[in-house]
């Protein structure tokens, strides 16, 4: 089976510009998470999916980020515009569950994004 | 809110020891927990979970403990190898799935 995928897997970009990242699920996983991870510490939630409604955004920052799950499947993070602090790796994850911990979740590789 | 916490940043073990790596949880109780490994440069994967109303969980070299009255779920590698040298990651299984800071684990040969 094939597993979470992510693009690109480096970018580098000057702070206030902006950029996306992109998710492809496992296939018919219907929980899909975005995680912020700052070298040394954990993975922080920005935002969970169940299908292509939102179920927690509660620590994203939404005047700068944004993200969308489309027709539930494929979803994309956006940082517009870019800060140094914004300097992290990208994760996303997917579950077939019903997004409440009772089954694994499936990461994907990552984005590397450093902002200069 | 729900917090999670791994206090050791850091162990280090020689090899053929036992691991032991802390996960406490304040306020809510969650229903399950889980573990997970994450190597340098790649996402976490995940290793186990344990529901509340069990006490112990088994996969081949690693067991979980899940504490509810202290509030604390134990992970623990048996006869650690170098090759588990990694960040174990624990989580809180609830609606999100929050993660702690990690152990970072290194056995030495």
């Known amino acids: 089976e094939a597993g979470v995928a992510q693009s690109p897997r480096y970018k580098i970009i000057e702070k206030r510009q902006s950029v996306a990242f992109w998710c492809n699920p496992i296939?018919?996983?219907?929980?899909l998470y975005w995680y912020q991870q700052i070298l040394g510490q954990g993975p922080k939630l920005l935002i969970q999916?169940?299908?292509?409604?939102?179920?927690?955004d509660s620590q994203l920052p939404k005047d700068r980020f944004s993200a969308e799950r489309l027709k539930g499947v494929d979803s994309t993070l956006k940082i517009q515009p870019a800060k140094l602090e914004d300097s992290a790796v990208y994760l996303c994850?997917?579950?077939?569950?019903?997004?409440?911990?009772?089954?694994?979740?499936?990461f994907g590789q990552g984005t590397r994004l450093t902002v200069v | 809110s729900q917090k999670i916490e791994q206090n050791s940043e850091a162990l280090n073990i020689q090899e053929g020891k036992t691991a032991t790596l802390t996960c406490n949880y304040t306020?809510?109780?969650?229903?399950?927990l889980q573990w997970y490994r994450q190597d340098p440069g790649r996402g976490p994967v995940f290793l186990l979970l344990i529901r509340e109303n069990e006490k112990e969980k088994r996969k081949e070299r690693l067991k979980v403990t899940f504490d509810t009255t202290l509030k604390q779920s134990l992970f623990h590698i048996t006869a650690s190898q170098p090759a588990d040298s990694a960040t174990y990651l624990c989580a809180w299984g609830n609606t999100p799935l929050v993660f702690g800071k990690g152990t970072r684990l290194s056995v030495i040969a």
């Open positions: 999916f169940q299908n292509n409604g939102v179920v927690d």
């Open positions: 306020n809510y109780s969650p229903a399950y």
């Open positions: 296939s018919g996983h219907a929980t």
């Open positions: 994850a997917s579950s077939p569950g019903q997004g409440v911990g009772d089954t694994e979740a499936f």
